[in-house]
């Protein structure tokens, strides 16, 4: 990171919350309970990938008679009811956000997940007050890899891209970011940083913790 930047933007799944592994979790319950048996490896690669794109990849791997909606909707519904019974959020979360707060520095979310997922999610976990702007499902046209997520949530926040730190913990998001022409910062979480992810990333962060330590060196706090 060589210039601190003006605003954030985090992805969520995975980045705020502990959901990919809720998720991950989830799929082979969903699965079963239309009487379908999950192949090894294909939750992995809905890591990062918009709604559309994880409905393509299901209804490609199981065939056309695959109830795709129907999955997505127990997936979401057993994601909810794990979500519940555990803590969810992801070490460093307040830290971070106490420091944005301390140097007046404006974030938001942009994610694949709907709104009333996310909305959720922030209720449960106190922070509702802490993001104001949400980019979320209907809110652009096509999701990431795409850049108008990102985009999206730039314009909202009313600051160039470019001074925008993206925080991913997936490559399509990263790509996301990328295309935005923003800096990106990947946290990994299931899945380890590749060659590709540092040489397109500003920073591999080891947790929300060190971010936060990142911009308070940069801003002359410590």
């Not at 990171?1 to 809720?22: H, K, Q, S, Y």
């Amino acid at each position: 990171m060589r210039t601190l930047p003006e605003a954030v933007i985090f992805d969520m799944d995975g980045v705020l919350f502990d959901t990919e592994r809720l998720y991950q979790e989830a799929a082979p319950l969903a699965c079963a309970d239309l009487g379908y048996t999950l192949p090894p490896g294909l939750v992995d690669a809905t890591v990062g990938l918009s709604w559309e794109g994880t409905r393509a990849l299901f209804a490609d791997a199981f065939g056309p008679s695959f109830p795709v909606e129907a999955f997505v909707s127990g997936w979401i519904q057993r994601v909810d009811e794990l979500s519940a019974t555990q803590p969810i959020t992801k070490p460093g979360v307040r830290e971070l956000l106490a420091t944005l707060d301390e140097l007046g520095m404006p974030h938001a979310i942009a994610t694949g997940s709907a709104h009333s997922v996310v909305q959720q999610l922030l209720f449960r976990s106190a922070l509702t007050d802490h993001f104001p702007v949400v980019i979320a499902q209907g809110d652009y046209t096509e999701g990431k890899p795409a850049p108008d997520p990102f985009l999206k949530a730039a314009e909202r926040l009313r600051v160039p891209p470019a001074r925008c730190l993206a925080v991913e913990d997936s490559l399509n998001g990263v790509r996301s970011a990328v295309a935005a022409g923003m800096m990106p910062i990947i946290v990994p979480d299931l899945i380890p940083a590749t060659d590709e992810m540092r040489a397109l990333c500003v920073h591999v962060a080891e947790d929300l913790h060190e971010i936060s330590t990142l911009l308070r060196i940069k801003a002359g706090l410590r």
